[in-house]
């Protein structure tokens, strides 16, 4: 049976060739190789030993190996059309953002002429309150004391570091570290503000533009007029 080898060699190679492949091209190479493929099989069925027919369960499992590439290969082309179509409904939501003021909740702000604000909560009282900004490489530009008091509290800062040097405009990011009496942890939240006034689809998913920085939907706590 010197001819089984191609056979059974052809439909591998296929296989590797149309998982490597963007969809389209996988499946024109798919089709391609399965009519080589056929046309082996039609020579290996006219030339075979009649005292030694080949096995057709080798050649069934063949065939529907082929049909299952196939489907697969049509069923990522399909998610792939299915997540562009979710990435354009995700844009056109995204620009019902536009102009409103909305609330952050990842700790980041933007600084812009010189100012940035943020808001932190409280849970309990605190004996002490450290407040740190960080710049987008995650270095400390500033530290201080915060508010105490359990509740609600506005930060402004004026983007001078703690050398008094005046940093460059930017996403800023605060952290709020509370202690209460005991030693124990005071929880608490951070969050900021700002109006929209872009979408950013460059990177596939939309990214709401506050100032000098780039805030995803999932980030969005409140949105007002």
Known sequence: MTTTTPAASTPATSTTGATASSPPDALSQLSSNFGTFLTLLTSQLKNQDPTAPMDSNQFTQQLVQFSQVEQQIN??????T???????????????????????TNGNASLSGGQAD???DLKT???????????????????????????????S???TDNNGNKVSDGTYTLSVSAKALDGSTVT???????TVTQIDMTGGTPQLVIGNMEVSLADIAAITN
């Not at 069923?75 to 792939?80: E, G, I, Q, V």
């Not at 450290?130 to 987008?136: I, K, P, R, S, Y």
């Open 75 to 80: 069923t990522n082309a399909n998610l792939k």
């Open 82 to 104: 299915l997540i562009t179509q979710g990435a354009s409904q995700s844009g056109t939501f995204a620009t019902s953002y536009l102009g409103k003021k909305v609330s952050v």
């Open 118 to 120: 943020w808001s932190y």
């Open 125 to 155: 009282t605190a004996t002490v309150t450290a407040l740190t900004v960080t710049d987008a490489n995650g270095n400390v530009v500033y530290s201080g004391a915060g508010e105490t008091a359990s509740g609600n509290h506005d930060f």
């Open 157 to 159: 800062w004026n983007g």
């Open 188 to 194: 608490s939240s951070v969050a900021s503000a700002g």
